[in-house]
């Protein structure tokens, strides 16, 4: 049926293929100890060799972010040492670190989740979101021992009633973004899915150790020192210094600029709605997975020993490049159809090791194209295979034409052709093919059903006897090696090379007697389609193909469209299969979850804050984060993917996160008290040095995987962008409009006279208050005018 090889050596190649649920790494290494084991016994001459493995690129991917993991973790500590400046200190975040990924790790194991790419993206993210509490209770420890001069334990104490309802409204907001994205379905939904469950048991357990072993392990390490710091701490601490007075006096241009302050905001919006428009969609990333596929297509009716041939030639193109490691050759198999065909072949040409070469998989396929141009026996197509193995069988994308009416193949060429031409037309398309034909030669046997029963020859016999020699025919099931094995009966390929074959075929009659298949059939030369397939019960053509250069793949899904709604006659129609559809069947789900993600936002602050207005002061934070991420991926010409959303929901807890920092602190200043104005100011400069080093240490813990590299880092940069440039706007952008924010809404309170916002501490007097935070506090707003103190 086909002829085997591996590079351009006659060979016997077996596939193998996982079962539902297996782990592809392991039961790679086993394979392979068995062959070990078996090739002892083979005879001389006789050796194996694996020169196609798909867990190749899981492995090396699985690498690479483990990498990616210990370089995040040495720049988070390394931020955190920046600021503390002292080893000590530096020591109580890292020990939280490894907690907390241990849990998480025994909480992915307790619910089935296996270590792959998608959990350890979560890891690498946690890095940066796990020493985040840890950094708020130690800085807030620090801060008071040294202000106030109190012991450790002491400073410990009233650190934690500062820090603790932020800490767990923070924990709550990351966890509940993710909670609604965990039951979307489908395929993005289980990708969202891992990767939320990862990132919600990491933050759990850093909620947990920043509430318990945190300040407690501050009382145990840390101690008054007064020895003197270097000069470069000294450089940094007067930097930081500037860049925080930097900031406050921008908060106050703001406060006192309200409506410069809106326009600002809602020009930031308008930009952040028109980049997500532009920006094109797509599932996922293309990656170099070390391999691409070769398809080779002669004229129909082109005979196996040809098409081989025309195989040698492509094998010599292929090793004429050394990036290219080995080729397995499959003559007489069309891999895109799915069928044995004679005038087809498929190869599998895997690369070198990603360390190896410095030529992407997508130069070599380009160079094949042109290698194999001078070929004019044969058309010879190359692609990368899907990015997610078992979506299709190429890149791109791949659909069928449907015929809703009569089941005639001459119409659904007719339609295919009237499509084809208008891609031609379509400066959005590239290759769009199909490798249906409706007239390739056939040999049509014309069995006389008569003449048969006039013989005593029953039809099923004559039929059961062509199809047992032209092909194979299923005899049975028997047990052996406790497994069931098919018993298959097919005649030599001596006896079924030429039409003439058929004429000596002999069928037993009901009397026993050997009759020719000639006696009561005519053997006529035809012509047809070579497969009838239908997709959605519908008489159906698969064509494949992809964008022009630099078209993403939602614009060329658009593109498919807009030319079948032009082309398509009445009664046909089409329909997405494999990335494609799944493409657009996601294709709202990244709203969707964004949605739902900011709704909980909300609900979670409202039960926490008890009432409805201030969340929207943390709210209007998350467009922020929104334009980071877009700019950030506009800039580097990437597409709106999955991974990226999946990053970008991420985004909103955390830019939750550095609004609660200031609201929490901002609200309990004014219940004691403090004037609007003078509240948000104080928040924010208490508040500027722990949000400043908790998203650095999150931004340089995802700057390994924006800038990354090998295999799988498609995916990885994708992660890394968005998230790295939502972070730095959330970070950089969002403070200052923050204060604003929340003075406008204790405004809007105090103007329809909600004294009960107040409750806790009203009856304080201003005097009071000034004198709780002496020094360096009351300096920071000295110069502000308090004329309403309620």
């Known amino acids: 049926n086909f002829i085997g090889q591996y590079n351009g050596q006659s060979s016997a190649l077996m596939g193998i293929f996982l079962q539902p649920g297996a782990n592809a790494l392991s039961v790679a290494d086993e394979v392979k100890t068995t062959l070990d084991e078996l090739s002892l016994s083979f005879p001389e001459g006789f050796k194996y060799a694996v020169p196609f493995d798909t867990t190749r690129f899981v492995e090396v991917s699985i690498r690479e972010v483990l990498k990616t993991l210990g370089e995040a973790m040495l720049l988070v500590f390394l931020v955190v040492y920046i600021f503390l400046q002292n080893w000590r200190a530096t020591l109580i975040p890292t020990l939280a670190v490894p907690v907390s990924l241990l849990g998480t790790f025994a909480g992915l194991y307790l619910l089935g989740y296996s270590i792959n790419t998608l959990t350890l993206f979560g890891m690498v993210l946690s890095i940066g979101i796990v020493v985040d509490d840890a950094i708020v209770v130690l800085e807030n420890v620090e801060r008071i021992m040294h202000e106030e001069g109190l012991e450790a334990r002491d400073a410990a104490i009233k650190a934690m009633e500062e820090v603790s309802g932020p800490i767990i409204a923070i924990v709550l907001v990351l966890v509940s973004v993710f909670v609604p994205i965990a039951f979307l379905g489908g395929l993005t939904g289980e990708l969202y899915r891992q990767f939320a469950i990862t990132i919600s048991i990491s ?56 409506f410069f302050a809106v326009l600002l905001f809602g020009g930031m919006v308008f930009i952040t709605a028109n980049l997500w428009k532009s920006i094109p969609g797509s599932l996922v990333p293309d990656e170099d997975q070390g391999y691409y596929i070769a398809a080779v297509f002669l004229p129909d009716g082109a005979s196996l020993e040809r098409t081989d041939k025309v195989v040698e030639q492509v094998i010599g193109a292929i090793r004429s490049n050394p990036n290219n490691e080995s080729v397995v050759s499959f003559a007489g198999f069309d891999f895109l159809g799915g069928a044995y065909k004679n005038n087809a072949a498929t190869l599998f040409v895997s690369q070198k090791h990603w360390d190896d070469r410095n030529v992407p998989t997508t130069a070599l396929v380009g160079e094949l194209f042109g290698k194999t141009a001078g070929i004019k026996e044969a058309l010879v197509l190359a692609f990368n295979p899907p990015a997610i193995f078992g979506l299709g069988n190429t890149g791109g994308f791949e659909f069928y034409i449907q015929n809703k009416g009569e089941s005639d193949p001459a119409k659904l060429a007719a339609a295919m052709k009237a499509f084809q031409g208008g891609v031609q037309q379509d400066g959005r398309l590239g290759m769009v093919n199909s490798l249906w034909r409706s007239n390739t030669p056939q040999i049509f046997v014309d069995v006389d059903r008569e003449r048969a029963k006039s013989l005593g020859i029953p039809l099923n016999s004559a039929f059961n006897t062509l199809a047992a020699t032209l092909g194979s025919y299923y005899v049975n099931d028997f047990n052996r090696f406790g497994r069931a094995w098919q018993v298959l009966v097919s005649a030599d390929s001596s006896y079924r090379k030429t039409p003439g074959d058929i004429g000596r075929m002999y069928v037993r009659s009901v009397s026993g007697e050997m009759v020719p298949l000639t006696a009561f059939a005519k053997v006529e030369y035809s012509s047809g389609p070579d497969t009838l397939d239908r997709f959605n019960n519908l008489p159906a053509v698969k064509l494949f193909g992809n964008g022009a250069p630099g078209v993403s793949s939602g614009q060329a899904l658009a593109a498919v469209e807009d030319v079948a709604k032009k082309t398509l006659p009445e009664g046909f129609t089409f329909d997405w299969s494999g990335a494609s559809y799944q493409e657009m069947k996601s294709e709202n789900n990244s709203v969707i979850a ?26 209007l934070a998350l467009p922020f984060g929104t334009f980071g991420a877009l700019m950030a991926v506009w800039i580097r010409d990437f597409t709106n993917d999955v991974y990226f959303q999946i990053g970008l929901v991420t985004l909103l807890g955390l830019a939750a996160k550095n609004a609660i920092l200031i609201v929490e602190y901002a609200l309990l200043k004014v219940q004691h008290g403090w004037p609007a104005t003078a509240a948000s100011v104080e928040a924010a400069r208490l508040r500027f040095r722990p949000i400043i080093m908790t998203s650095l240490a999150f931004i340089l813990g995802v700057l390994p995987l924006a800038v990354s590299v090998g295999a799988g880092a498609g995916a990885r940069q994708s992660v890394g962008t968005g998230v790295m440039g939502g972070m730095l706007a959330a970070t950089f952008l969002a403070v200052f409009f923050l204060p604003l924010f929340f003075k406008f809404l204790i405004d809007r309170h105090l103007r329809s006279k909600s004294e009960d916002f107040f409750a806790p501490d009203h009856h304080l007097a201003g005097s009071d208050v000034v004198s709780e935070d002496s020094g360096k506090s009351g300096n920071e707003v000295s110069d502000i005018s308090v004329t309403d103190r309620h």
């Open 203 to 258: 933050v759990t357990l850093s909620g947990i150790v920043a509430l318990s072993m945190t300040p407690s392990l501050c009382v145990m390490i840390l101690r008054h020192e007064h020895k003197q710091t270097n000069f470069l701490f000294r450089g940094f601490n007067r930097f930081f210094s500037a860049v925080t007075h930097g900031y406050i006096s921008g908060v106050r241009f703001l406060l006192k600029r309200a």
């Open 594 to 619: 964004l949605g739902l993600a900011a709704v909980m936002v909300f609900l979670i602050l409202a039960a926490l804050y008890e009432r409805w207005s201030l969340p929207l002061s943390v709210l």
